[in-house]
T-cell receptor, first 113, second 111 residues
Framework: KQEVTQIPAALSVPEGENLVLNCSFTDSAIYNLQWFRQDPGKGLTSLLLIQSSQREQTSGRLNASLDKSSGRSTLYIAASQPGDSATYLCAVRPDNAGNMLTFGGGTRLMVKP | NAGVTQTPKFQVLKTGQSMTLQCAQDMNHNSMYWYRQDPGMGLRLIYYSASEGTTDKGEVPNGYNVSRLNKREFSLRLESAAPSQTSVYFC??????????FGPGTRLTVL
């Protein structure tokens, strides 16, 4: 059974810092990996999707990398801003299970002004 | 486009009561999903529907039933609510290959 773990569970940083969020998964047979953002009391918004054949994806100040063989992904946020404060979730889609996602527990990020 | 909509936004039930959570999407997606999110945990899949007319169990289906009413709508029913079903429920939709799009959630408390 696929298990997805995110470390740390919570993170507080001063504005302007570069930071890295970690995601690990136990089964490397994945179709893709996604990073989502969740604001308090809201639904999830997709940030980046990395196909299993890709090593990284970038969107603005966000960069996500994927090392499928070692079961790891990182989300790099450059020059963090208070507006980046949210919970970040990673999710993997297995190779053989349709478009079903297994989620990690999330990292709750607070960026202080 | 409204995207994915869910009703109600909040609900309080007593143990043993029943209710139906409604979900609709206007993106012409074939696949729809129901998840629950508990504190400190990620989302767990309850049921999904890969296409109109089909439904399948996810990781935590016990105590729930679903209906894919048509391509737009996918409902989740609790026949006899239990305190363990207190959670936030999210509906999502997608094409077969694209990312999932999520609704705003329903916050359910069972007393």
């Amino acid at each position: 059974k696929q298990e997805v773990t995110q470390i740390p569970a919570a993170l507080s940083v001063p504005e302007g810092e570069n930071l890295v969020l970690n995601c690990s998964f136990t089964d490397s047979a994945i179709y893709n990996l996604q990073w989502f953002r969740q604001d308090p009391g809201k639904g999830l918004t997709s940030l980046l999707l990395i196909q299993s054949s890709q090593r990284e994806q970038t969107s603005g100040r966000l960069n996500a990398s994927l090392d499928k063989s070692s079961g790891r992904s990182t989300l790099y946020i450059a020059a963090s801003q208070p507006g980046d404060s949210a919970t970040y979730l990673c999710a993997v889609r297995p190779d053989n299970a349709g478009n079903m996602l297994t989620f990690g527990g999330g990292t709750r990020l607070m960026v202080k002004p | 486009n409204a995207g994915v909509t869910q009703t109600p936004k909040f609900q309080v039930l007593k143990t043993g009561q029943s209710m139906t959570l409604q979900c609709a999407q206007d993106m012409n997606h074939n696949s729809m999903y129901w998840y629950r999110q508990d504190p400190g945990m990620g989302l767990r899949l309850i049921y999904y529907s890969a296409s109109e007319g089909t439904t399948d169990k996810g990781e935590v289906p016990n105590g729930y039933n679903v209906s894919r009413l048509n391509k737009r709508e996918f409902s989740l029913r609790l026949e006899s609510a239990a305190p363990s079903q207190t959670s936030v429920y999210f509906c999502a939709s997608s094409t077969h290959t694209d990312t999932q799009y999520f609704g705003p959630g329903t916050r359910l408390t069972v007393l």
